[in-house]
């Protein structure tokens, strides 16, 4: 078989599956350089490791490229019923890199720096669920609901609850609107460009600094700080939307400080010491009162 029919095929079955434009592109990107390298499809694993050899680019980049052929080749064999070379290729190794985030002080100077009722309502949308950018974009009037906004990801359309006050603001913005889309720039439904450049300036006016400025922060920071307020890795999957619950456990490995602090609290050798130390003064008490005694006795 022809790796580019192959390729169209299954570049037609994320269409068909409502997979957002932006996805889409991503698979483009990574899996159409694979047709110059191996015009038919390969049925061993040689011609796939020899294609990532040729990958450029940090270790994430040569990752990306896998997972997409990794996705590729189980939907297209699957379809044909063909034995899957991609069983037999290892996953390239990646060093574990932390993902930038905020701390809940960071995030009350965040909420606080952004102007006007626009940038505030999507600053505070952000903080509050974690939505990409791309859903702040395509967020439409009538899927403000009660507790839960409507978006459309990743992996479709999903509902996803907010707060009170986001939903005030919300409601605000859109209330102003002149169309469908909740919020605009000035010449019609707000771009990710956009929406990066105010959190951009947000964060800055907030005295927060870093590499990664961007919205995606905001989303990583959600995430981490709903596990540290107790929430769980499920809950945190389906409002993040996650189509697999590995990416949503990335989180749960973020906040060092949290951590440190649980290591404090409940370190088995601060338990030994407490233990230790209640022992001393228990012993302490008995002499006291064998003292007390003795005095009285006297």
Known sequence: MKTELALREFFDSRIAANLSPATIEWYKDRLSPFVNSC??????????????ATVFGSPETRYD????????????????????????????????????TLEVGELMRLLHSAEGPRDRAIITLLVDCGVRAGEVCSLLK??????????HGKVGWREVPISEETKRLLVQVAAISPDDYVFHGQKGPISRH??????????????????????????????????VQGGDLRSLQEIMGHADIETTQKYATLNLTDIVKKHQKFSPLKAAHAAAQESLFAAEAIREA?????????
């Open 39 to 52: 015009p038919n499809l390969p049925q061993r694993p040689e011609p796939i490791e020899r294609f990532l």
């Open 65 to 100: 490229v896998y997972r997409a052929l990794k996705t590729f080749f189980k939907f297209i064999c699957s379809r044909r019923q063909l034995p899957n070379p991609m069983d037999d290729v290892p996953s390239p190794r990646r060093p574990k890199t932390l993902m930038p």
């Open 142 to 151: 009538h899927n403000i609901k009660q507790e839960t906004i409507i978006v």
């Open 194 to 227: 956009l929406i990066y450049a105010i959190v951009r300036r947000a964060l800055e006016k907030a005295g927060i600094k870093g590499p990664k400025l961007g919205p995606h922060r905001l989303r990583h920071a959600f995430g981490k700080n709903f596990l």
């Open 290 to 298: 064998e003292q007390i005694l003795q005095t009285k006795e006297a």
